[in-house]
């Protein structure tokens, strides 16, 4: 029997003699190894790690003991799940770092660190927005809370749409039965856990018997120990605690009634379904601290629930934002994603609101209706703007410029506290890049002059820049070209475009963006380089845009980066049909469906090849492009018949810039007369010299500061800020315990 003596300041292991294996004479080579399964060992949150123990081949069956900092002992937190493998649920971390210790009786061992984080963060997001309104029932100012619980029921009524709420007290008479894919029957019960990580709510849903038990040593055998993740749509912020988005009823689009349910089918299946608030993009428009929450809520179903084999992510317009970004930027949170009337992301995106704002501003005045001025009609606007009617732009302007905004009404904040820039100069800005300005960085000190200048006031606190620019910029080049518009038109939207200032108020002068928010704009994945994403496998959901400002190119935008980088796209399939933004009734559906099989076959292939090639070699051979017919027919491979789906472009494309419009600044060339296929009368062409003093975008080029998304950039702790980031470099590993660790 082993007993545990005090010596010297150390803590060593006594093991009787005739309890030692006849091998153990010398000290072996080979030590155990610790991992951590349900998160890396430095981003562990919440005080618990799940923790495995593999035992060299020698010491199978052996005896063990575990402990944290050779201090506390842990060893009956484990179990034995094979002759070498041990699991556990290991509690009570302290914040900071723990050592997670394990010793064999011949004296060998190994050791991990590991870094605990709170509960309500940051884990690697740096500092927290401030100030942060919590949920009323909170127990601080981290808004944490135990989790609740509910549950739903699937019912044989078919009047019954969707779940209903299931008393356990008076358990209903209708409740339907379910038979999942790993052949487990049982009630089609739900259960929705309701919690708080990173200050914000997250919801996990599952199959759950109430009857039964389910603990992370034996899961309920309905559970395939799979993740859907869904989200929410828009992009926009919030200074307090939100509502997580739907775990049981989710529409993957923002018309409802008209898909079938991603959600309900995945619980059928047995997966389990988790989202955050903070992963809906209208409520925290931030790639990190999304990635942030994803991962904690993603460790809490692990460590909860049990391992998770391969996770799937599912949303529309800001939901498939989020997943785009986060799967470049943080690459291993989703192993697929489904995204549907897509983003690339949010800050290339913003040079097409940007665009279309200062475009409108110029076509929207009377005297380029009714003369006086250049006059226009509607189809040379929608030709500047790259659309096929200016509505595009007008909607889009309409419901996405605001969140640039930063006097305006945010949800969390009084109307006291917002900034102004002449009532309230030190006011709270709710503005996404003040949001992001752990990204970004703070304006440049540099150029303080000018922006007091531009506003009318001392600065009294850090301003995030905001990394947008016009400078060089040609709108309605091509248009130009191909003779839609006059070379007189051409003049006068350039000489007037003009850009914003810092408030997001209209200036006569183009932006000049700053080089170092740039490029930790590109850096953070904020811009969506694609470079990371060659280990995902996507299903892109598309369908036609009227008008709703979720252009049908962006996906071939995220194709286009994705050969730039990676050389090929066969990790990309996109599905094109004729419904408005979605394409098909049942495109998410049959998309989720398809990413399991892919994602199975990924699995179960054992090669040494990388992942990055195993996700292309292991696709189905029967997936591919696709267009469907809207109901949820198959019409043909490839992409849908010209016109079904028509592709425009932006005011950026328009300009010369390729469909990855992902230069936020161009690089600048010569202004050239003999360039263009007009001429130019003398005296508007000084004014094109005029316009462009420092030349014209040159977009053979990579922008200004454009380059590779860095993976897991962590940005300091809850009180020290690394502007634009770092990189986490490796994850901690086991080491051996030497002579001198015993």
């Not at 007290?169 to 999942?180: E, Q």
Request: aromatic share 8%; proline share 7%; glycine share 10%.
């Amino acid at each position: 029997m082993a007993a545990l003596r005090a010596c010297c300041g150390l803590i060593v292991v006594v093991t009787a003699l005739s309890a030692l294996p006849a091998a153990a004479a010398a000290p072996a080579t080979d030590p155990p190894v610790i991992s951590v399964l349900s998160t890396r060992a430095d981003l562990v949150s919440g005080g618990d790690a799940l923790v495995r123990i593999t035992l060299p081949p020698r010491a199978a069956g052996w005896r063990y003991r575990v402990s944290i900092s050779d201090r506390r002992e842990v060893t009956g937190q484990f179990r034995r799940v094979s002759p070498t493998v041990l699991e556990g649920l290991v509690t009570k971390l302290k914040l900071g770092v723990n050592t997670i210790n394990v010793r064999l009786p011949d004296y060998t061992g190994a050791a991990l660190k590991v870094v605990n984080h709170p509960t309500g963060g940051p884990v690697f997001a740096g500092p927290q927005i401030q100030p942060w309104k919590c949920q009323k029932e909170a127990l601080d100012r981290q808004c944490n809370q135990a989790p609740t619980y509910e549950y739903q029921y699937k019912s044989t009524d078919p009047f019954k749409n969707g779940l209903q709420d299931y008393d356990r007290k008076s358990p209903p008479r209708d409740v339907a039965s379910i038979t999942t894919e790993n052949g487990t029957t049982m009630p089609f019960i739900v259960r929705v856990e309701t919690g708080y990580v990173a200050r914000d709510q997250y919801k996990i849903a599952t199959l759950f018997d109430p009857r039964k038990p389910w603990t992370i040593d034996a899961p309920q055998p309905q559970y395939a120990h799979k993740l859907l993740i869904t989200h929410g749509a828009s992009c926009d912020i919030a200074y307090e605690q939100g509502g997580a988005p739907s775990v049981t009823k989710y529409n993957p689009n923002p018309i409802p009634f008209i898909s079938l349910d991603t959600g309900e089918r995945a619980l059928a299946r047995g997966f389990a379904v988790m989202s955050t608030a903070a992963d809906n993009s209208g409520h925290n428009c931030n790639v990190v601290t999304q990635a942030e929450s994803l991962l904690m809520a993603k460790e809490r179903v692990i460590e909860q629930y049990g391992t998770v084999r391969y996770t799937i992510g599912a949303g529309c317009s800001g939901g498939a934002l989020a997943q785009y970004w986060i799967a470049n930027a943080y690459p291993g949170i989703y192993q697929g994603i489904l995204p549907t009337c897509s983003f690339p992301d949010a800050w290339s995106s913003a040079i097409q609101v940007m665009d279309y704002h200062l475009l409108r501003r110029y076509f929207e005045k009377a005297d380029r209706i009714v003369g006086g001025g250049v006059t226009w009609n509607l189809d040379q606007w929608a030709a500047v703007e790259g659309s096929g009617a200016p509505l595009n732009a007008i909607i889009s302007d309409i419901g996405f410029y605001d969140a640039i905004i930063p006097d305006r009404e945010c949800d969390g904040l009084d109307d006291k506290d917002v900034y102004n820039a002449k009532k309230n100069p030190t006011g709270v800005r709710c503005s996404i890049a003040d949001f992001n300005i752990n990204i970004f960085g703070p304006f440049p000190q540099s150029r303080w002059a000018e922006l007091d200048k531009q506003l009318g006031h001392s600065l009294g606190h850090n301003f995030s820049d905001i990394p947008v620019d016009n400078t060089g910029v040609q709108y309605g080049l091509d248009a130009l070209n191909r003779g839609i518009i006059s070379p007189a038109q051409f003049v006068d939207v350039n000489a007037k475009i003009g850009g914003l200032d810092p408030d997001g108020e209209s200036i006569p002068d183009r932006i000049k963006a700053d080089p170092v928010a740039l490029a930790n704009t590109y850096r953070s994945g904020s811009i969506n380089e694609a470079n990371n994403m060659g280990g995902t496998a996507v299903i892109d959901c598309r369908g036609p845009d009227p008008g709703f400002a979720h252009d049908a190119y962006r996906p071939y935008a995220v194709r286009a980066r994705l050969d730039r980088a990676n050389g090929g796209h066969g990790n990309q399939l996109i599905w094109q049909g004729p419904l408005p933004l979605i394409g098909d009734l049942q495109c998410a559906p049959k998309a989720f469906d398809a990413m399991d099989r892919w994602l199975s076959a990924v699995e179960a292939d054992t090669s040494a090849a990388p992942l990055e090639q195993k996700v292309v070699a292991d696709r189905p051979s029967d997936l591919g492009d696709a267009c469907l017919d809207g109901g949820g027919g198959w019409l043909n491979a490839g992409a849908c018949a010209d016109g079904v789906v028509p592709i425009y472009g932006t005011a950026r494309t328009v300009a010369g810039e390729d469909i990855t419009t992902d230069a936020n600044k161009c690089q600048l060339k010569p202004l050239v007369r003999a360039s263009y296929s007009v001429a130019f009368t003398d005296a508007q062409w000084a004014q094109l010299v005029k316009t462009f003093p420092s030349g014209v975008c040159d977009y053979t080029k990579l922008g200004v500061e454009q380059q590779r998304t860095i993976p897991w950039l962590q940005y300091g702790s809850a009180d020290s800020v690394i502007y634009g980031g770092a990189p986490l470099g490796a994850a901690p590993t086991s080491r051996e315990l030497v002579s001198k660790d015993r």
